[in-house]
T-cell receptor, first 112, second 117 residues
């Protein structure tokens, strides 16, 4: 049973560009959450998708957007990249109720 | 506002000795608490959770955590540390959800555990 997968593993972009990160949830999971982890910090919640809708959002600007597909996979899009967007982006999946979230290995984004 | 505090940036332990990684929380209502471990250049791995029930929760790799409501703490423990336990440990609390969604996780800043032979 595959766990949460994310692509790409690493990405280098230039300021002002746009980026799309992808996530496939663990089998049987229907909820996907995205987190940003800056160097030396704990993960910060970006947003959560359930039933193909953004259900909750953290304190991130509108440059951060996402999508969830009918197969529960998800994308995170970041427009007009800033140097401060350099971080590890983590996707987590879960299934309803009080169950724990399972994390993917992350995508390391570097903005130059 | 809900929050998690991990007061120690680093914990150093000799192999074979017991270890404790501290976590305190602030949350309205009943807390849902979690511990995750992160190895270098990796995502987070789930260790254990407290939802309700026994205050002592057992998890993966011999780890356990003690929930103390009066002290609003959820300390991670292991009776005998291994060198391979060296990693970054995160405590998290689940925020309240809305609109049919689960609440997101609020993480502490992490504690680096170093176990020396």
């Amino acid at each position: 049973d595959a766990g949460v997968t994310q692509s790409p593993t690493h990405l280098i972009k230039t300021r002002g560009q746009q980026v799309t990160l992808r996530c496939s949830p663990k089998s049987g999971h229907d909820t996907v959450s995205w987190y940003q982890q800056a160097l030396g910090q704990g993960p910060q919640f970006i947003f959560q998708y359930y039933e193909e809708e953004e259900r909750q959002r953290g304190n991130f600007p509108d440059r951060f957007s996402g999508h969830q597909f009918p197969n529960y996979s998800s994308e995170l899009n970041v427009n007009a990249l800033l140097l401060g967007d350099s971080a590890l982006y983590l996707c987590a999946s879960s299934f309803g109720g009080f169950h724990e979230q399972y994390f993917g290995p992350g995508t390391r984004l570097t903005v130059t | 506002a809900q929050s998690v505090a991990q007061p120690e940036d680093q914990v150093n332990v000799a192999e074979g000795n017991p270890l404790t990684v501290k976590c305190t929380y602030s949350v309205s209502g009943n807390p849902y608490l979690f511990w995750y471990v992160q190895y270098p250049n990796r995502g987070l791995q789930f260790l254990l959770k407290y939802i309700t029930g026994d205050n002592l929760v057992k998890g993966s790799y011999g780890f356990e955590a003690e929930f103390n409501k009066s002290q609003t703490s959820f300390h991670l423990k292991k009776p005998s540390a291994l060198v391979s336990d060296s990693a970054l440990y995160f405590c998290a609390v689940r925020a309240r959800g809305s609109g049919g969604s689960q609440g997101n996780l609020i993480f502490g800043k992490g504690t680096k555990l170093s176990v020396k032979p």
